[in-house]
């Protein structure tokens, strides 16, 4: 059983019963800890309570009193990051890097270190809570309060508007500098975090004080025109945001949770320059593929992955090849990303009836060429796409399953006749994003037994792994690249679907016949070019459950 803090202390001969006592009801009355009651209380020196803790927890204890941690060693965390952990680099041995922290919960932050130190094994050490601020302000600076971020925000180019609305133009300003898809707001009893996704990861990038929280709210509801004075329902809006020289469509998402109100908003940049199909990372065999079935006069096409998994910009690749003065383009989504030039552009709107099936009959009457539906999720939908598919038009849509030819059962589930799958159909394209690694530190090095295993390569090859510096902001990699799979719908598939709709029969011809060519393929031979890692072909791949019980877990790669 573990040791009560106060029985330790009271073995050490550090307090009396009597103070014991008071500090266990100065906790209880206050809601505070009871080391913080009996320092406060002058009973016992801080130093004491940090040992005594350390001892609880069985972590060493770090006398940082007075001391000034090197350099080399501070600068491993940039200051933001180090003030939002509160923790401090103090020691390193090898690749173990031993952190200082004040506070024995903090073990939470593990995972956070590891995102910014990928490189190293971190160890956590506690220090007494003045003597570290003390070393973190000799290593970083003093720590912004509430009052200094307000200070600050009063610096900033933006006439005579008020600080909160100074704090999320900076905001903003950081995630679109970070390259972030989305910003998360979240409330918690003693803060406001700020989260950015950045290469489909989530990671810290600012703590505000807790009541800063709903003037931050109110803001950003009164800007996506939500109702301000809801707070039990879940909302909606839009933002539309100037920064940086860029014009932002802000999708904004309020939930409600028990500390407050939950935000989180999708950065899409209407001007951003879109990929062409070449830029897409396909490979030789898959873009000539992926071509000559965009070049149907007629048929239907559909892209399948998760959300996030870059579907659109695939789809809005393949538009834009065809986009010429001789083809009418007409799309219908939920919501326009991103406008292209020449396209027609429609958004839903549900709550008036404009939905995408009936935007796409209003289509058909405007004789297109090319129509884009930006997701098949019912089958009045999919039912309209393929009759337009079946009379002259060419048409891109979207499903979510988990790979392609799960579009084809899917289609199957909703109800869509097989017939007109076989008659349709002209292919199907999967997709995830695989984080690319850094060009500017990613490392060759021995491939390890799990690495062989995965990529097929001989002991003493050498494989590409991500180590962590500036530049990819020390996760190892920097940006994303795309992995695809694609079904191309054959005379042998087709003639099954008008005898047979069972999933697996149709799966088994598919991979037989060669007309399936699979994800963990183009996965395995990104990673062997380089350009990504094994931990990111087994994050979106099935490879691990094909190999023996060696690979059961990823951190194998840094240890053979």
């Not at 850094?438 to 021995?446: A, I, L």
Request: hydrophobic share 40%.
């Amino acid at each position: 059983m573990r040791e009560q803090l106060g029985q330790i202390l009271l073995a050490q001969g550090a307090i009396t019963e009597a103070q014991l006592r008071a500090g266990l009801a100065d906790q209880e009355k206050r809601t505070i800890s009871l080391g913080k009651a009996l320092v406060e209380a002058g009973a016992v020196e801080e130093d004491i309570v940090a040992r005594a803790l350390a001892k609880q927890s069985r972590l060493p204890f770090v006398d940082l009193a007075g001391k000034k941690t090197p350099a080399r060693l501070s600068g491993l965390l940039d200051s933001t990051a180090a003030w939002e952990m509160e923790a401090l680099p103090v020691k390193e041995d090898g690749d173990v890097l031993l952190v200082a922290v004040s506070d024995p919960a903090k073990v939470v932050v593990l995972d956070t270190l590891s995102f910014f130190l990928p490189d190293r094994e971190i160890s956590l050490a506690l220090a007494a809570p003045g003597a570290l601020r003390e070393a973190m302000e000799k290593a970083y600076g003093s720590r912004e309060s509430k009052g200094e971020v307000v200070d600050n925000l009063e610096e900033e180019d933006l006439g005579d508007e008020a600080p909160v609305v100074r704090l999320v133009h900076r905001t903003f300003r950081e995630a679109v500098d970070a390259r972030a898809s989305d910003i998360h707001i979240e409330p918690f009893p003693d803060r406001c975090q700020v989260r950015y996704r950045v290469d489909g990861r989530l990671s810290l990038a600012a703590q505000h004080p807790a009541d800063l929280h709903p003037g931050l709210m109110s803001h950003i509801k009164v800007s996506a025109g939500l109702d301000i004075a809801e707070k039990r329902k879940p909302q909606d809006g839009r933002i539309e945001h100037h920064v940086a020289g860029r014009d932002l469509d802000v999708r904004t998402s309020i939930l409600p949770t028990n500390h407050g109100e939950s935000c989180v908003m999708r950065l899409l940049d209407r001007e951003a320059n879109l990929l062409s199909m070449e830029d897409l990372g396909m490979g030789e065999k898959s873009l000539t593929w992926f071509k000559e079935v965009i070049g149907h006069p007629n048929g239907i096409f559909l892209v399948t992955g998760p959300t996030g998994s870059g579907k659109t910009t695939t789809l809005y690749a393949a538009l834009q090849t065809l986009n010429a003065a001789d083809r009418k383009i007409l799309t219908v989504e939920d919501p326009v990303e991103y406008r292209i030039q020449g396209i027609n552009q429609v958004q839903v709107h549900p709550r008036i009836g404009l939905t995408f099936a009936r935007a796409l009959r209003a289509f058909l009457r405007q004789a297109p060429n090319v129509v884009l539906v930006g997701e098949i999720r019912d089958r009045e939908t999919a039912e309209v796409a393929i009759q337009a598919s079946l009379t002259g038009h060419l048409v891109f849509s979207t499903v979510h399953t988990n790979d392609a030819p799960g579009a084809v059962t899917r289609l199957l589930d909703m109800g869509v006749p097989p017939f007109l799958i076989a008659t349709s159909l002209q292919g199907v394209l999967a997709q995830r994003l695989v984080r690319r690694l850094c060009p500017h530190c990613s490392v060759e090095e021995e491939a390890s037994s799990l690495e062989r295993q995965v990529l097929s390569v001989k002991k003493g090859e050498k494989v590409r792994r991500p180590r962590g510096c500036r530049e990819c902001g020390r996760s190892g990699y920097l940006g994303r690249i795309g992995v695809f799979e694609w079904l191309a719908m054959e005379g042998p598939l087709r003639e099954l679907l008008f005898q047979s709709t069972d999933s697996s029969e149709f799966v088994n011809l598919a991979e037989s016949s060669g007309a399936w060519h699979q994800l963990s393929i183009d996965a395995i031979a990104k990673a062997k070019e380089g350009q990504t890692s094994v931990e990111e072909v087994l994050r979106v791949t099935t490879v691990q459950g094909q190999l023996e019980p060696l690979a059961e877990g990823v951190e194998e790669i840094t240890n053979d």
